[in-house]
């Protein structure tokens, strides 16, 4: 009996989860179990009724928006559960059917087929650090849309800055402007104040990532990839709090797939057609490193701000960087005189950038916990 093995998909949602049960063995029966409210006594009791006779529960469900809330709950329960990523679920070409049931019973099949991929599941320390740069991500774009949208009021009334905006002397002369209408002057300190207002934000989320940083476990790793061009405090954060650990990718190769900056393919026979980039994986480290990779245009050198940034790293985590610098930036001057497009430049920057960063990250010792 304690050889027995239950395979349990969840389909969760924020008031509830549909629960399916798949027996053991190929031709194992699967039913719908029933629907539970999501919460952790309705879970144990779920696990109490499943779990008779000693046999063992697997369970899966999607990553989505509840989080990883229930993969803690049952992992602390001693149960294994596979939080397994949505755009890579097998689905059959003609099924026009969707519904929670059929979700369900679907994910507790192809978890017995061992046909699911997991997700990498933070810590919640992990977790509260990314929730953190995502929130600064966040506060970077509520800066860029009130500086649009007080931008957009200045060219509608004819108002024109001819210098670098947003400086001290952009914000004089912002004081200095005249209206005929006086509602208008109501207007305009509304939208500098909103200005200010979000560009106070971020500059304190900031702040809390430096504080935050030294008490993170991957804080190593976030000091080493500084020696990168490229990569300074906020990028470096953003960009591992976003990946998590580097050193489940067995090679860069995996890393640069995960990122999505390797091309499409679409072959069959002696026909060969490759296309864009696929785009997998996640956007918002795939982001970064393009615009990483924008820094490479220039001549290799080791600026100021990058040799104090260097100053206490051990000689082959600077050797790496180096050794990035040499190669990415000829590599880049190499591209764009065969009359590539910068973006498509810089994309094949960014993928071999991809894999320097995953060298760093492998020579950074774990942090004591």
Known sequence: MGDRITYVGLDVHKEGIVVA????????????YGRVANSAAALDRLLRKLGRDGVRLRFCYEAGPCGYGIHRHLAARGHDCAVVAPSLIPKRAGDRVKTDRRDAASLARLHRAGELTAVWVPDPGHEAMRDLVRARLDAVHALRRARQQLSGFLLRHGCHYGRPAWTKLHRRWLAGLKFEQAVLHLVLEDYVQAVEAAQARRDRLTA?????????????????LQAMRGMALVNAATLIAELGDLSRFANPRQLMAYLGLVPSEHSSGASVRRGGLTKAGNSAARRLLIEAAWCYRFPARVSRELLLRQEELPKPIRDIAWKAQLRLCARYRKLARTGKPANVVTAAIARELSGFIWAIARRVPPAAS
Not at 21 to 32: K, L, N, Q, T
Not at 208 to 224: G, K, Y
């Open 21 to 32: 049960v798949a027996a053991d063995g190929i031709g194992g029966e699967v039913r719908e």
């Open 208 to 224: 809390q990532i430096a504080a935050m940083l030294p008490d993170w476990a991957l804080a190593p790793v976030v000091t080493a």
